[in-house]
């Protein structure tokens, strides 16, 4: 049961991801989530970058894993390094710019 709902949190197709109000909802989560009147976010996120078809997957990781370096900080843990994600996208966009160069 608690695998599905892992599956829909990290469905890639926001799309069809699992929106957080419906994961709270989860039987999974019943013990430890109250719902009151200002539980609901009122704000606006933008996802945008999700759907952008000039960002690539590599960058996408890397966009992910900054997001994560900054609650890692808060907590005193240590970063994970970003390192080999900004060398993908190197790598990957030489690739590009050869294989247009050659046509």
């Given at each position: 049961v608690h695998g599905a709902l892992l599956d829909k949190l990290?469905?890639?197709?926001?799309r069809r991801r699992i929106s957080?109000?419906?994961?709270l909802k989860?039987?999974?989560?019943?013990?430890?989530?109250?719902e009151t009147a200002d539980s609901k976010f009122q704000g606006q996120i933008d996802f945008s970058f999700e759907t952008d078809p000039n960002i690539t997957l590599e960058e996408l990781k890397l966009m992910i894993i900054e997001e994560v370096n900054i609650f890692k900080k808060l907590n005193s843990e240590p970063l994970i390094d970003v390192n080999p994600y900004q060398k993908a996208i190197q790598q990957a966009?030489?690739?590009s710019k050869?294989?247009?160069s050659q046509e």
């Open positions: 990290l469905e890639f197709d926001p957080a109000e419906a994961a989860h039987p999974y989560f019943t013990s430890i989530h109250e966009k030489a690739h050869s294989q247009i």
